[in-house]
């Protein structure tokens, strides 16, 4: 059974840090991408970075240059480091893995919990 463990959130002051984990239990972590949503109150649920099995890594305009995603496939584990945090960062941070297999055409898509992340003062 596939399981993503989000941790890693809580509450931090604005301009503060934290590093979101998500441990995923998945044969073949390192093929699928991976991504950090997040959504918060009364907002759609929203693509905040992605990494590639080749390492390849995308941003939403919002969190470039503060947020750095990375991952360890010998862990099977997907890390969001998250600097500078601003008090529109609150939200629910959800790890989401998805992988294509084109000459089938078949799709996986898999979500953590969710793990919250506040930023006040």
């Known amino acids: 059974q596939v399981q993503l463990v989000e941790s890693g959130g809580g509450l931090v002051q604005p301009g503060g840090s934290l590093r979101l984990s998500c441990a995923a239990s998945i044969s073949g972590f390192s093929i699928y991408t991976m991504a950090w949503y997040r959504q918060a109150p009364g907002k759609d649920r929203e693509l905040v970075a992605s990494?590639?099995?080749?390492?390849?890594?995308n941003y939403t305009d919002s969190v470039k240059g503060r947020f750095t995603i990375s991952r360890d496939n010998a862990k099977n584990t997907v890390y969001l480091l998250m600097n500078s945090l601003k008090s529109e960062d609150t939200a629910v941070y959800y790890c989401n893995a998805r992988l294509h297999i084109q000459r089938v055409d078949v799709k996986y898509a898999y979500w953590g919990q969710g793990t919250q992340v506040t930023v006040s003062s």
């Open positions: 990494i590639t099995s080749d390492g390849n890594t």
